[in-house]
Structure formats: structure tokens, C-alpha cells
């Protein structure tokens, strides 16, 4: 186990956020089934998920649970739409195997963990709950 529970995590994640982007960021994420975890970290970082707002920086928060090749079609519309921001994609575990896809997918990749043997997200967690 890396976590103790998916607190734990994100609270480890949306400091790593804060001290590389200082707060000029707005807060999305991909896949419904990773929303709640992203609220936590966006409760950790006194912020909102906005992704109607478009700074410098939009993170994409992730729970782990989404294929990197989901983020295509996702990260390729912001570009479209808004050229000037930069994509952040922060996970707090990923396969080892899928850090080069998920870091064509933005100009940032943020994450914990990365391991060779990922077989689920829950692996990395002592309790899998928040």
C-alpha cells in the first residue's frame, strides 16, 4: 500500500499542484466515476472544479481509474478551443506502461505514483474509501 485512503491521497496531490502552479489554475475532470475524488482535492486546494474558466493552467484531476487513450479526445477539444492554456493531467497512481500516452495528452503530467505491476487503482490504498 502507498495511501492510506483516497484522502490521503489527494490532499498529498493538490499540494503537489499548489506548489507547482501557485493558484492560477481551474479544475476539470474526465471521467464521472473519478468527480468525487476530484472535489477532494478541490476542497483541499480551497477551490472549485471550473472548467468554464480558463486560465493559464486547467488540471484535469483523475482518480487512476481512466485509460489514457480516453484523454484524447478531451485534451484535443481544450486545445482547440482554448490554444494558450496549458493541459495538467494529475493522477495520484498510473501505470508505469502509460506515462508516455497520458503525457502526450498535456503539456504536464502530475502524479505520485507510478508502477510497473498496476493491476487496479485499489491496490494502492489500505482502505479504498474516503
Excluded at 69 to 92: C, G, L
Excluded at 109 to 122: C, E, G, I, M, T
Amino acid at each position: 500500500m502507498i495511501f492510506k485512503n483516497y484522502s490521503e491521497s489527494a490532499a498529498l496531490l493538490a499540494q503537489k499542484i499548489k506548489d507547482e502552479f501557485d493558484g492560477n489554475f481551474s479544475l476539470t475532470f474526465i471521467n464521472p466515476e473519478s468527480e468525487t475524488f476530484a472535489k477532494k482535492v478541490a476542497e483541499y486546494l480551497n477551490s472549485t472544479l471550473d472548467e468554464s474558466v480558463h486560465p493559464q493552467y486547467l488540471v484535469i484531476i483523475d482518480n487512476g481509474i481512466t485509460p489514457s487513450v480516453e484523454y484524447n479526445e478531451f485534451t484535443d477539444e481544450i486545445r482547440k478551443n482554448h490554444p494558450s492554456t496549458d493541459i495538467i493531467i494529475a493522477i495520484p497512481v498510473i501505470p508505469e506502461s502509460e506515462k508516455a500516452t497520458l503525457s502526450q495528452n498535456c503539456d504536464t503530467l502530475l502524479y505520485l505514483h507510478a508502477d510497473p505491476y498496476f493491476f487496479s487503482v485499489d491496490q494502492f490504498y489500505e482502505e479504498a474509501k474516503f
